[in-house]
Every structure is written in structure tokens, then in C-alpha cells.
């Protein structure tokens, strides 16, 4: 069997085979939530393998939509993570500091994580060469640190798309967490040629694209979801600690009909004890001090 029925980025781990995990406090569950700041291009540059817009242009319908969570709907998101005490952990188009510095502001006042998510959501990593795409994470980090303080911890590729190399160059760079894989409610080492990287759970089903775009759930369906991805993984994590992650878009959560099932929703795990509100930087700097050594010894001696 050749190399190309599996990505080779991670091993299988069951399980009953894993190190337990014990989060701080001895915490059952790490609940991180990643606002995804985005800015989509009216006419970006084009690519060759993806169209970023489905209509022709000028699509001002699709541009306005998305324009609509950089100009209210952010607002409403972070009131309803303020309420319960939640810090964000940014998805961030790194333009969005030029574009919309006092988004940027507000979610630095609150301590909140920036991770990159690309320049700019409109512009993917398909079809780059390794050194373009290793100028895109310079960028992300420099402007970053440039306008917040902070350095990079992760990375999640604008729109998901990645190259062979991707995992690689992000360790190069000293990233230390990738949430472009979605394999597992655990933290996991990612094999990469040098240094390390580790994915940290982010999630397609508690995502609100999804949920709203493709699954089509009504508002208080979305809440009641994140709720059953909770308790599930609440009561999973007293054998051993897990991540839920919910990645938001301000364009969705943020309109007025769907803020308070989604608030509903943060009050209720925050309402339980043996909660971890972490950011996701928190929880690959706890994962690498406790668990990444036996957790990639582990997976070593299921391949052997």
C-alpha cells in the first residue's frame, strides 16, 4: 500500500492505549472558543484550483454578507463570551489589523489568543510554492506581534487549504499547534521533518458555517448541538481530559435571531464545575509540558 492511502501526519492511538490526560485543576474538559476576525477581498487575486466567490462578479450580496459580522455582528458575539468570562481565541486574517484596528483593539483589551488564519480569507495556499507560503507565516507572525504584543501559537490555512509541505513549514516557523485537522477530541503530536507541532481539537460539526451554511439548523438547534457536544464530552472527560472547540464566524452567530441560543449555550458550560475556559495557546502548552512526550511514545510503539 502506498503512502497515499494515508497523510502519514499522525499515528492511530486508540483510546485505551493513550497516557490520561489530567487538565489544570483536574479539569475534565478544555472548552476553547475561536472567533474567526476575517476580511474577504471584493475582487481578490485569482487561483488556480478555487473560485472565492460562487456568483459572478461583482458579488456585492456575498461580500455584504460577511462584511456584516466586521461592522455588528462581532459585537454581539463577544457580549454574550464577556457575560460568562470566556476569552476568544482568534482565528485571525492578519490584514483585518489594517483593515479594522479596533476589532483588533477590543479583542487585545480582553486578553484574548491571535492564531493566524491567513492575510486575507480570499486568498488560498493552493497552488503556492514553499516559499510563498513560508512568506505568508512570516507575515502572520510579524504583523501580529506588530499590532497586538503577542507571538503566534497556531495556525488554521485561510479557507483550510493546504500543500504537502504545510505541517512542515508551520513547525519550521515555530507554530505551536495546527487546527487544520480534525481527527480527534485529544491533542495530538503531527509528524513533521523538524522541531514539533501538535493539532489541537477545532471542529467542522460545532462550527457555525455548518451548522447554519450547510446543515441548515435553526438557531436554537445550533444551541441545543453545542450543549450535546458538551455533556458528552464532560462526561467522556472524567476517564480522561478532552477539547471541544467552537469556531465562529461574527457574519453568522453575530445576527440578532441567533445571539441568544448561542449565549444560552456558553452559560450553560460555564455553569459546570471541572471546566477548563482555556485558550487554545493554554492548552498546547499544558499538552506539551505533561502529555507530548508519552503521548508520542505511544503512538511510536503502535507502529512498531
Known amino acids: 500500500m502506498t503512502n497515499q492511502a494515508d497523510p ?3 499515528s492511530f492511538l486508540s483510546y485505551h492505549r493513550r497516557p490520561k490526560i489530567t487538565w489544570p485543576n483536574g479539569a475534565r474538559i478544555a472548552v476553547w472558543v475561536a472567533p474567526n476576525i476575517e ?4 475582487d481578490p487575486p485569482p487561483n488556480p484550483k478555487r473560485k472565492p466567490w460562487a456568483r459572478p462578479l461583482p458579488d456585492v450580496l456575498a461580500y455584504s454578507h460577511r462584511d456584516y459580522g466586521n461592522r455588528a455582528g462581532w459585537q454581539r458575539m463577544m457580549d454574550a463570551m464577556d457575560a460568562v468570562g470566556i476569552r ?3 482565528s485571525l486574517n492578519v490584514a483585518m489589523c489594517e483593515h479594522h484596528p479596533e476589532i483588533i483593539e477590543e479583542c487585545n483589551e480582553r486578553g484574548w489568543e491571535f492564531y493566524s488564519h491567513g492575510i486575507y480569507n ?3 495556499t493552493y ?3 514553499i ?6 507565516i512570516v507575515d502572520s507572525i510579524e504583523t501580529v506581534r506588530k499590532w497586538t504584543g503577542q507571538s503566534i501559537a497556531g495556525w488554521l490555512s485561510p479557507a483550510l487549504s493546504n500543500n504537502v509541505w504545510t505541517m512542515d513549514l508551520l513547525a519550521e516557523a515555530g507554530i505551536r499547534y495546527t487546527c487544520d485537522l480534525f481527527h480527534d477530541d485529544q491533542p495530538m503530536p503531527v509528524a513533521v521533518k523538524s522541531g514539533k507541532l501538535i493539532s489541537i481539537p477545532y471542529s467542522l460539526e460545532m462550527n457555525d458555517v455548518i451548522a447554519y451554511l450547510t446543515n441548515q439548523c435553526p438557531p436554537r438547534h445550533y444551541g441545543e448541538t453545542i450543549k450535546r457536544q458538551f455533556d458528552q464530552l464532560y462526561a467522556e472527560g472524567e476517564r480522561s481530559g478532552t477539547v471541544m472547540c467552537i469556531p465562529l464566524h461574527p457574519y453568522l452567530v453575530g445576527h440578532p435571531h441567533r445571539i441568544q441560543p448561542f449565549a444560552e449555550a456558553l452559560q450553560h458550560i460555564a455553569g459546570h464545575d471541572d471546566v477548563w475556559l482555556a485558550t487554545g ?4 502548552e499544558h499538552f506539551y509540558s505533561h502529555y507530548y512526550d508519552d503521548m508520542l511514545t505511544a503512538g511510536a510503539e503502535v507502529k512498531s
Open 131 to 136: 516559499e510563498q507560503e513560508r512568506e505568508i
Open 122 to 124: 480570499t486568498r488560498y
Open 281 to 284: 495557546r493554554e492548552i498546547a
Open 39 to 42: 476580511f474577504y477581498e471584493f
Open 88 to 90: 476568544g481565541s482568534v
Open 8 to 10: 502519514q501526519l499522525y
Open 127 to 129: 497552488g503556492m510554492s
